[in-house]
């Protein structure tokens, strides 16, 4: 399983452009990068997923460098509710772990 | 369309008995999966159900099991509960075609 690593916690004022990045050194060939957000005391809720290059949605993009043993997590203009825990995870084989994720803390 | 439905939503046990959680998942979502979360050990995989047979497993004790019934609603037990028990956990579904999963607002468990 590929194991993901990523920052601890970030913190960033409203108004900026958040970038979260995540290494994934032995992800598969067949492997999806995927990351999720969480709020306090809810479910983690689905952000983006990509294999490579760009993938964007009205939330967020997604950059996948050739090699994908990294990804980044662009958080376009961030606000107060941007405020969370943000999880990268590969998915291999119908296995789905979750790392530590990082915890963002945006300030006014 | 209605979300992954959760119940109860707060759950306060004493250690030794037994706890049973339900989920339901998505309409047309055949699988669900469980999932533990606790501060030191962040979001733990118990375990996946597709069509009423588990399909994967995390390295959690016998102490923790799980079925699914033919419309796909999922029960989670443990027995014997120790303190180190007490956690949120959370139940998520999706479709068979995806790896995305939709979670629902999970079940604080406190073990007392």
């Known amino acids: 399983l590929a194991k993901t690593t990523q920052p601890i916690s970030m913190d960033s004022y409203e108004g900026q452009e958040v970038n979260i990045t995540c290494s994934h050194n032995n992800i598969a060939t067949n492997d999806y990068i995927t990351w999720y957000q969480q709020f306090p005391s809810q479910g983690p809720r689905f952000i983006i997923q990509g294999y490579k290059t760009k993938v964007t949605n009205e939330v967020a993009s997604l950059f996948i460098p050739a090699d994908r043993k990294s990804s980044t997590l662009s958080l376009p203009r961030v606000s107060l509710s941007d405020t969370a825990v943000y999880y990268c995870?590969?998915?291999?084989?119908?296995?789905?772990?979750f790392g530590k994720g990082t915890r963002l803390h945006i300030l006014p | 369309k209605a979300g992954v439905t959760q119940t109860p939503r707060y759950l306060i046990k004493t250690r030794g008995q037994q706890v049973t959680l339900s989920c339901s998942p998505i309409?047309?979502?055949?699988?669900v999966s469980w999932y533990q979360q606790t501060p030191g050990q962040g979001l733990q995989f118990l375990f996946e159900?597709?069509?009423?047979?588990?399909?994967n497993k995390g390295n959690f004790p016998g102490r923790f099991s799980g079925r699914q019934f033919s419309n796909s609603r999922s029960e989670m037990n443990v027995s014997t509960l120790e303190l180190g028990d007490s956690a949120l956990y959370l139940c998520a579904s999706r479709l068979e075609s995806t790896d995305t999963q939709y979670f629902g607002p999970g079940t604080r468990l406190t073990v007392l």
């Open positions: 995870l590969v998915v291999s084989d119908d296995k789905i772990i």
């Open positions: 159900y597709f069509s009423e047979t588990q399909r």
């Open positions: 309409s047309g979502h055949r699988s």
